[in-house]
T-cell receptor, first 116, second 113 residues
């Protein structure tokens, strides 16, 4: 069975601080896909980033960056120079490549509060 | 805007009733997924349809059913509603390849009184 753990339930930072959201996953699939989604107070789920298990290159996209480490089964997400608009619940998710279907297994979410 | 639409946005009903939630996927997407978000269970996968056929099933109750129509829109039917069914129900869609990213609709917030 697949499992995603986000140990940080709530993080509070002051605007302009950098913040890293942790995600640890478990899967028996040899190929899998990792995602980060954002859920602002309005409630919708917004796709942020995706990483395939066969590509461990870490990237930066604007103020977002991510650190995928297969050896430790971690997929951490960093927001640089946080802004108040970044306040939301962030979900890490996993989908398996070996199973039928493409269901996402979500972590419990991390609530990020960015204070001005 | 993800391109996935869901109606209605809010639904208030009573225990024992039946409701239907509707989802229209992004243009061209063949896969539709339903998820439930509740305070105690978090975000959970319910069911997936691919081009009209059921593709995968998650923790979906027998009182719940879904279908995907020829025009690719999908409906989630919830019957014999209980208080515990109160939740945010999301629909997502993905492109041709099943390993594509899922894009979520705005959700339907269901309150069972």
């Amino acid at each position: 069975a697949q499992k995603v753990t986000q140990a940080q339930t709530e993080i509070s930072v002051v605007e302009k601080e950098d913040v890293t959201l942790d995600c640890v996953y478990e899967t028996r699939d040899t190929t899998y896909y990792l995602f980060w989604y954002k859920q602002p107070p309005s409630g919708e789920l917004v796709f942020l980033i995706r990483r395939n298990s066969f590509d461990e290159q870490n990237e930066i996209s604007g103020r977002y960056s991510w650190n995928f480490q297969k050896s430790t089964s971690s997929f951490n997400f960093t927001i640089t120079a946080s802004q108040v608009v970044d306040s939301a619940v962030y979900f890490c998710a996993l989908s398996g490549g070996d199973n039928a279907g493409n269901m996402l297994t979500f972590g419990g979410g991390t609530r990020l509060m960015v204070k001005p | 805007d993800s391109g996935v639409t869901q109606t209605p946005k809010h639904l208030i009903t009573a225990t024992g009733q039946r409701v239907t939630l509707r989802c229209s996927p992004r243009s061209g997407d063949l896969s539709v997924y339903w998820y439930q978000q509740s305070l105690d269970q978090g975000l959970q996968f319910l069911i997936q349809y691919y081009n009209g056929e059921e593709r995968a099933k998650g923790n979906i109750l027998e009182r719940f059913s879904a279908q995907q129509f020829p025009d690719l829109h999908s409906e989630l039917n919830l019957s014999s509603l209980e208080l515990g069914d109160s939740a945010l129900y999301f629909c997502a869609s993905s492109a041709l390849g099943e390993r594509e990213t899922q894009y979520f609709g705005p959700g339907t917030r269901l309150l069972v009184l």
